[in-house]
């Protein structure tokens, strides 16, 4: 896969779209079904041709993460929560953590074929899909020593669907972080190239992929 800006961008605006759907489902219960629907299906695509075949080969899949990332890339501006800002840099985290982790990192995959056979019957949206990819999480990711503490409505957190999206989002999360980290994507970028990541998520933002 090429290394460019745009490849970094574009995953981690993955990284950024499953920290703001976590956000949403903990202070209003539910988040936008189509980012829903395209970050959960990025963790099936593990043999990607390049870096946006990863979510569907069209920069519209990651919409909401690239407006969310240049809202952190741009100077002074409040466009992000804390909370969407604190999930993203965990699971920056925790890729770095996971990365040295063949063990996990093995039965993550062997689980995630295993997933495609419940697709020939549901949908990736689907809640029995859903609770396969949690589980998922729960098992690996959540094993770790790292973890990351969601915030917000307690009605909404307490709720048994609502929790396992959340785990399945941020799997989604931990699979964009992995694919940044692929493409050359450094924690020192945060701090050092936000406005190359700026430009590019306006440029990304601009192509018109509906």
């Not at 996990?104 to 074929?113: C, D, M, P, T």
């Amino acid at each position: 896969m090429k290394h460019t800006i745009e490849d970094r961008t574009i995953a981690l605006a993955g990284v950024f779209q499953a920290a703001q759907m976590v956000d949403q489902i903990a202070n209003q219960g539910n988040c936008n079904s189509y980012s829903l629907e395209n970050s959960l299906q990025s963790l099936l695509n593990t043999a990607p041709e390049d870096t946006l075949a990863v979510f569907g080969s069209n920069t519209f899949n990651i919409r909401q993460g690239l407006t969310s990332l240049k809202e952190f890339m741009t100077p002074k501006s409040q466009g992000i929560t804390p909370n969407a800002l604190r999930y993203s840099i965990s699971l920056l985290h925790i890729e770095s953590r996971l990365r040295r982790d063949s063990e996990n990192l093995n039965v993550i995959s062997a689980r995630l074929e295993q997933l495609e056979k419940q697709l020939e019957h549901f949908e990736i949206t689907h809640e029995n899909v859903i609770s396969a990819i949690a589980e998922i999480y729960k098992d690996t990711v959540s094993t770790l020593k790292f973890r990351i503490q969601v915030n917000g409505n307690p009605t909404y957190l307490q709720t048994p669907h609502n929790a396992e999206k959340i785990r399945a989002i941020l799997l989604a999360g931990v699979r964009a972080a992995i694919l940044w980290h692929q493409v050359g994507g450094r924690r020192w970028h945060l701090i050092f190239s936000r406005r190359k990541y700026l430009q590019a998520a306006e440029r990304l933002l601009s192509i018109n992929n509906h």
